[in-house]
């Protein structure tokens, strides 16, 4: 059997002397969409930085496909796109894709590029204008692009849909879809239970510093004998 996408050992995490991630152990298998969800504060991001190797954790440990996050070969088989993305505010819409491409070792392929705007609805004439022009929805739009566009077989996407209009929120849930069937693997985070219940395979509920749940959208309604997913997430952090 393959190692897990992801793997969060008893990791451990305080700020100071507050706790925010106590003894987290999850699995997350490849090909799998998951999302974590959890209020304001639970801890969710530290999740993420931990596994980017922005934090250190102060316990456990963390795999990539196998392999210790502190590699950096483990996190190339990963692209993110944070809470609040925030590209060089003097570069062009080219010129950032074209640089997160270069990094990456990839040309900038004007075609695919063009394609993958089309595909999340950002225009392409917003290309050539600098980054500090756009709205709040353009910009994420820009960072999802050049998320996908480096072709890492697993996402971290923090909120994802946060600041997208309706049709882009749509046309991203297609992306992912098309990602899904090539075997892609998501970690995603996300107030919007809707889009959680639409996207995963999985998910988590993290509160107060611990996995309260891990598993289907489904399978958490039955568990917290909920109606719908927003009833069972209140019974769960009840
Ligand atoms: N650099 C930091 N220094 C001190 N405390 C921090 C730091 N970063 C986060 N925290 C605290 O850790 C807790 C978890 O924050 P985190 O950003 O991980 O939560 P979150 O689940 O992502 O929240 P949200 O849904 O609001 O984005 C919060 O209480 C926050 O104040």
Not at 50 to 55: I, R, V
Not at 120 to 138: C, E, F, H, I
Request: charged content about 20%.
């Amino acid at each position: 059997m393959s190692a897990p996408a992801l793997h969060f050992k008893q990791l451990s995490k305080a700020y100071g002397k507050s706790p925010v991630l106590q003894g987290v152990d999850l699995a997350v298998q490849p090909g799998e969409f998951f999302g974590l969800v959890g209020v304001n504060g639970a801890g969710k991001t530290t999740l993420l930085k931990c596994l980017l190797d922005f934090s250190e954790p102060d316990s456990g440990s963390i795999e990539i496909f196998g392999r210790s996050h502190r590699q950096h070969q483990a996190r190339a088989t990963l692209a993110f796109v944070p809470e609040r993305f925030t590209p060089p505010s003097y570069l062009t819409g080219k010129d950032f894709l074209n640089y997160m491409l270069r990094l990456r070792g990839q040309a900038y392929d004007p075609s695919q590029v063009e394609r993958m705007l089309d595909a999340l609805d950002l225009d392409p004439a917003a290309l050539g204008k600098p980054v500090r022009t756009y709205s709040k929805g353009m910009t994420q739009k820009l960072g999802l692009a050049a998320c996908f566009l480096s072709e890492r077989p697993l996402s971290l996407l923090d909120e994802p849909m946060s600041g997208l209009d309706p049709k882009a929120r749509a046309l991203l849930k297609r992306q992912l879809q098309r990602l899904k069937a090539q075997g892609h693997t998501l970690f995603f985070s996300s107030h919007t239970l809707a889009d959680v219940e639409e996207i995963c395979d999985r998910m988590a509920i993290l509160h107060q510093g611990a996995l309260r749940f891990v598993g289907t959208p489904a399978d958490c309604c039955r568990q917290f004998a909920a109606a719908n997913l927003e009833q069972a997430f209140m019974n769960c952090i009840a």
